[in-house]
């Protein structure tokens, strides 16, 4: 307990409040207090002053204890209240104690508030530490059974004792199939060996921790775990058995293999690639470089990181500043430039950069380097070979065309135009490329040409491959000149589907045949090698006019575009460039249309099946024939292997950098950092530590071994694996240590010489692992504390009915060890009525039901014991039983308490209920139908039970109280009055409280007691104490108003007669004096009579009493005074309509109604209309009487305290004794009832009648 306590103080007397502080320093308890006196400033109390404990007076000005402990419920705070107060029923301190208070003390005997406080805050300490261990209980339960980790315990010699969820999901067993079981059932009989070497270490008393292994599934799956095993002790400290937590590490098992395998790959790909490959940073400097990028800079690694970027580059290219350009606006480019060997040499080399972030959000660059120089050479040559080739076709003076097999002319030279054209063809259209040779020859053959017949005999033969070549002379003349040809026909190349046509004008070797001979030759050789490149080249070769339009395409075209050259030629090469690249390819066309050399550039083409094809152009501009000479080559497999490249190079540093785990690597003997991922920096709280050693970054670890480790895996190359292994790290640089728990592996990498060069490290952080195994040990270990501490027993039987578990709960009520009880059949302890009930239960069980049970035991000592036991069915996973669970509570105490409390029940009258909310459905015990006076086979029905309720507020009470109930759980407690099923009114108290089921209320139950004696009883105490007041005070009042009245005319009367012994007076004085004399005997007769009626009051309240209509009894007095209503012009308005009669004594209520009714015609306001208003209605069981006048009124401040008084007059000008309204007050109060005023000067009266029912 608190040694210096708050206490909050309600109290609004500071002497009071002093007295308490008094005691409580005899008390020796320190405390510091706060008095507060108002709602107000207790509830800012609550708030700022957070009390340890509450002490309250009961009556506050507009506040009160009760009211004080709803706000401290509504509010939800919990906190001891103690009531002080001056004096307190019983009653009311049990009201008050169930209301919440923790006790009450007298203000008379403050010396046991001392005491009391402390009581309190212990009563309070305690229930907090079982709320805490209840909590704890529930807590460490559902964390064994909610844990995804196996946990299990066994005995030293192998049997499965325990199995949580955890372990049924990894292992596959259901709990019933492996308690009982020897843990040999999860292990592969090659690891058999591991469990006696764990069992010596758990006898020595020590742990297993970590321990990598694997485990057999239900279903023979080998299950990668890890496991923690740790001994169980007795209470004497001796190990009985083992647990162990199985944690399944399949995934992480998984997660190394991947990362190994990656691993391997990239090295593999970064040692083994044929092209360079350079980790550089974004200002130049080399990090690291490949052996082929040593090839082809022939340089070592070591010259390549000295030289940097700009030692490998030649700086006047001025294509590195636009690749340079791209790289940092878009993170990657690929450029060709010229590169410098290590000699000094220039070489043109193709680059490609990508751009990346580091672990310490650094960005780093890699590239790759390939050597083109040949590829160059080789492009230079094919240029220059294919501009000869063009230049030599269109040279020759033949006419040449190539036709396919359907005689469709794809491609012609110049010489074929220009004759078409001389020889007065307006349109070249049907006679050059795209027009039909074999439909010219038909043509011809039908108007009786043979030499056409023989022409196209020629071609077929050829494409049939009759016949290589085919050739014909024929004479072709004009009108002008005799010319002769040569048509010669021959295969294009490989390629069946196409010849090559050619018509030589060999006129002059007609007339000359000797120069026709030579001619013939050279002409036929440089047709057959532009025949064979034509036929040879699987690229595209074209032509393309200033217009955009192609004007010769090669037969490629068809196995690049899938377009034949025929439906090319005289189409835009525009339509067929991809619309991404229309713009780049745009503009390099109208750069080579200007003369702007552009030798190579690449762009995509859409294949006539839709597909996207890269090219590599070579493009030469003529500038006389106006003609781009392209060549166009599908890189299709070479960008496939680029994006391949990139791709599998993006996914490593996407794995390194995304890595679940933290890696990096460490460079030479000092482990410098060459790389490392996020998480490694996360993990440590470290940055920029590339280039740094390990002792640099870390040198806290020094100590801790792990250096040793790594001078050990970079010496020897053995890989070095530790597992869940401890270490301390300043990860915030104050040189506060952060502790760990990792798994990680150390491992060599080598270069390609075999030569180690660093080391790679892979850490998993597995603390938090660690440490909520640590909790769950400490849990479980908790948990079965809990479970052999219960207060309930716990029973366990087998499918064959035989004692399987018990708790030491259980062993208490049965008086029996557990070793005696384990092995019982279930019905052995029962007695006679106990055994059948379990033969039916059993069944029950195997059913599947669960219910609780009450069954008689015997114990060992032959006590007989009741006991109440929630029995419940156990399957396992396909259906079977395999025995119950018991919870067994002792009620042996409770069963004769209750039948103590039914006893006492019938005897005080107390009934009890129930109402089933879901079903609808209520219960009446015998007693309860006493009261309502029903008979005893009567079925009760909700809706009648709350109708029989008095109507008005009793009812709405009884209705709200089960709502909210139902609605908040709010349990209640009321006097409400009933009425019985014959007509009797009763009054009951009424207690009730909700049963909730997952925050649904299904049952409420509770006592219903007739209590109707005991408040007629207080009706009749609290009214005669109130008569006896009344009267003690009526008394008092009557024997100083007789004192007073009587001693004056007594004086008078005793001095007059003296005076008349006078014998000295004359006759006159004689006369005068006896005057005053009869004058006092006539008010001391108006006294006596004045006190006689009072008395007579008093004794006609004996009278028999009768019904009285008060709309006759207004009539009768309107009658009797009928003259005076008149006279004043009275007005009386009278409602009856609520209730117009009275069961009473008629004499006193017509007094009343008449001293009244006179009384607010005598004192009206002149010159107004008096308006008199009279009515009655029914309210909780009492009649209530109205009169109102718009008299004179009175000041109620100044004379409210005398208005009823004896004798008392407030107004002069109307004659009066002041008996009136004294009259009507004892009239009223000796009828039971109670009357009282409210009036304002000069705005009327209005006197307000209570009587009871």
């Given amino acids: 307990m608190k040694t210096n306590l708050k206490i909050l103080h309600l109290e609004d007397t500071p002497a009071d409040a002093e007295l308490v502080d008094r005691e409580l320093k005899k008390g020796k308890i320190q405390f510091e207090k706060l008095v507060v006196a108002n709602k107000t400033a207790f509830e800012k109390a609550l708030k700022e002053f957070a009390p340890d404990i509450i002490i309250s007076d009961h009556t506050l000005p507009s506040f009160d204890s009760f009211e004080a402990i709803k706000i401290i419920r509504r509010q939800g705070i919990e906190i001891p209240f103690i009531l002080v107060s001056a004096t307190v029923s019983d009653e009311y301190a049990v009201e008050i104690m169930k209301a919440g208070a923790d006790d009450y003390i007298l203000k008379d005997r403050l010396h046991r508030l001392p005491q009391a406080l402390l009581n309190a805050m212990e009563k309070f300490s305690r229930e907090k530490e079982r709320e805490r261990m209840i909590y704890e209980h529930a807590h460490l339960a559902a964390i064994v059974n909610a844990s995804n980790d196996g946990i299990i315990s066994k005995t030293l010699d192998g049997i499965i004792t325990s199995w949580n969820t955890g372990a049924e999901k990894l292992l596959g067993y259901s709990t019933e199939e492996a308690i009982g079981k020897n843990i040999s059932l999860i292990i592969p009989p090659d690891c058999l060996h591991e469990e006696s070497e764990f069992m010596e270490i758990i006898k020595r008393g020590e742990s297993v921790k970590h321990f990598e292994t694997v485990r057999l599934s239900k279903n023979g799956t080998r299950v990668d775990v890890s496991l923690t095993i740790s001994p169980i002790k007795d209470n004497n400290g001796k190990v009985i058995g083992a647990a162990k937590i199985v944690y399944d590490i399949t995934d992480r098992k998984k997660a190394e293999q991947i990362i190994y395998d990656s691993e391997e790959k990239f090295h593999s790909f970064f040692e083994n690639s044929t092209d360079g490959i350079l980790l550089t940073v974004t200002d130049g400097r080399i990090l690291s470089a490949n052996a082929a990028a040593c090839s082809i800079f022939k340089m070592s690694e070591e010259e390549i990181c000295r030289a940097g970027r700009f030692g490998l580059v030649d700086n006047t290219d001025p294509r590195l500043a636009a690749a340079l350009e791209e790289r940092q606006r878009t993170g990657k480019a690929k450029a060709e430039l010229t590169l410098i060997r290590g000699n000094g040499e220039r070489f043109p080399g193709e680059l490609t950069s990508v751009v990346y972030v580091n672990a310490n959000g650094e960005q780093r660059t890699s590239m790759i380097v390939r050597d083109i120089s040949e590829k160059k050479y080789a492009q230079e040559l094919l240029l220059e070979s294919e501009a ?30 220009d004759f078409a054209k001389t020889n007065g063809v307006a349109s070249l259209e049907g006679v050059s490329t795209g027009s039909n040779y074999i439909e010219v020859c038909q043509r011809s053959m039908a108007a009786g040409d043979s030499i056409a017949g023989q022409t196209l005999e020629g071609i077929q033969s050829v494409f049939k491959k009759e016949v290589k070549t085919f050739e014909l002379e024929y004479p072709c003349h004009s009108l002008t000149e005799q010319r002769w040809f040569n048509l010669s026909v021959m295969n294009f190349g490989e390629d069946d589907s196409k010849i090559v046509i050619s018509h030589q004008n060999i006129t002059e070797r007609k007339i000359a045949e000797n120069n026709l001979s030579y001619t013939s030759v050279e002409l036929q050789k440089t047709l057959s090698e532009l025949n064979k490149i034509l036929d040879s080249s699987l690229d595209v070769i074209c032509t393309i006019n200033t217009a955009g339009e192609f004007v010769n395409v090669s037969a490629a075209s068809q196995q690049v575009w899938g377009y034949p050259p025929e439906e090319l030629i005289g189409s ?91 890696i990096g690597m460490l460079k030479g003997a000092n482990h410098v950092f060459e790389m490392a991922n996020p998480l ?274 009793d009812k709405d009470t009884i209705s709200k109280k089960v709502q909210e109930c139902i609605e908040n759980g709010t349990p209640w407690e009321e006097e409400l009055q009933i009425i019985t099923f014959k007509g009797n009114h009763k009054w009951v108290r009424t207690i009730g409280e909700g049963e909730f089921l997952n925050g649904t209320c299904i049952r409420i139950h509770g006592s219903f007691q007739d209590i109707t004696e005991r408040k007629e009883a207080e009706s009749e105490r609290v009214k005669m104490i109130s008569d006896l007041v009344q009267r003690n005070s009526d008394l008092e009042q009557f024997s100083y108003i007789i004192s007073h009245n009587l001693r004056a005319p007594s004086a008078n009367i005793i001095g007059l007669a003296e005076i008349l012994q006078d014998e000295t007076l004359t006759p006159q004085e004689q006369k005068e004096f006896l005057q005053g004399l009869s004058t006092s005997v006539i008010a001391l007769d108006t006294i006596i009579k004045d006190i006689n009626s009072i008395l007579q009051l008093k004794q006609d309240v004996n009278e028999k009493k009768e019904v009285i209509i008060f709309s006759k009894l207004v009539n009768d007095i309107k009658i009797s005074i009928g003259n005076i209503i008149d006279k004043h012009r009275v007005r009386i308005i009278s409602d009856f309509s609520e209730v117009d009669e009275i069961y009473s004594l008629k004499i006193y209520i017509y007094s009343i109604f008449y001293n009244l009714i006179s009384n607010s015609i005598k004192y009206s306001k002149p010159n107004e209309q008096p308006i008199i208003e009279i009515k009655s209605i029914r309210e909780n069981g009492k009649i209530i009487l109205t009169f109102k006048d718009n008299g004179l009124g009175l000041d109620m401040k100044t004379k409210g305290a005398k208005i009823f008084g004896l004798y008392n007059r407030f107004h002069s000008h109307v004659e009066g004794k002041g008996m009136g309204l004294f009259m009507v007050k004892t009239q009223v109060e000796s009828l039971g009832g109670k009357i009282s005023i409210a009036s304002e000067l000069n705005k009327g009266t209005e006197f307000t009648i209570v009587f009871e029912i």
């Fill in 572 to 662: 835009k090469f525009m339509n067929l460039v991809y619309e991404e690249d229309a713009d780049m390819t745009s503009k390099a066309a109208e750069k080579i249309f200007n003369g702007i050399q552009t030798p190579f550039f690449e762009n995509r083409y859409v294949h006539k099946s839709g597909r996207i094809v890269p090219l590599l152009w070579s493009v030469n501009w003529d500038e006389k024939l106006q003609l781009m000479f392209c060549i166009a080559k599908d890189v299709t497999e070479k960008k496939r292997l680029e994006i391949a490249v990139e791709t599998e190079r993006d996914q490593f540093y996407d794995m390194f950098l995304k890595a679940p785990s933290a």
């Fill in 680 to 953: 490694y920096l996360q993990l440590t709280g470290k940055k920029d530590i590339i280039g740094k050693t390990v002792a640099e970054v870390l040198p806290e670890v020094v100590k801790q071994g792990f250096v040793s480790m790594l001078d050990h895996v970079y010496q020897t190359g053995e890989s070095y694996t530790g597992t869940q292994v401890s270490v301390k790290v300043d990860t915030e640089g104050n040189g506060e240590m952060t502790e760990f728990y990792i798994d990680f592996v150390y491992q060599a990498y080598r270069n390609g010489k075999g030569e180690i060069e660093g080391v790679f490290f892979f850490i998993n952080d597995i603390t938090e692992q660690i440490l909520s195994r640590k909790e769950i040990e400490k849990s479980e270990k908790q948990y079965r504390q809990i479970v052999e501490t219960a207060q309930e027993g716990i029973w366990m039987i087998d499918e064959n009915n035989e004692t399987t578990f018990v708790n030491q709960k259980m062993c208490e009520i049965l008086a029996y060890t557990e070793e005696e009880l384990i092995g019982r059949e279930h019905s052995y302890y029962m007695d006679a009525d106990g055994k059948e009930k379990a033969v039916i239960a059993l069944e029950r069980r195997k059913r599947g039901i669960s219910e609780t049970i009450e069954f008689g035991f015997i114990s060992k000592h032959g006590k007989h014991v009741h006991t109440s036991v929630s029995a419940n069915p156990i399957f396992d996973d396909t259906g079977n039983f395999k025995g119950s669970l018991g919870m067994v509570s002792d009620i042996t105490e409770k069963n004769h308490l209750e039948e103590l409390l039914g006893k006492s029940n019938r005897l005080a009258r107390i009934g009890s209920w129930e109402i089933d909310v879901v079903k609808g459905t209520v219960f009446w015990s015998d007693i309860i139908k006493e009261i309502r006076e029903v008979d005893k086979d009567y079925v009760p029905l909700l809706d009648v039970g709350k109708s029989y309720f008095v109507e008005g507020t």
């Fill in 388 to 417: 000869f080739n063009e230049g030599v076709l269109s040279s020759l003076s033949s006419h040449i065309t190539v036709i396919d097999k359907n005689g469709n002319l794809i491609a012609v030279n110049k010489a074929w135009d």
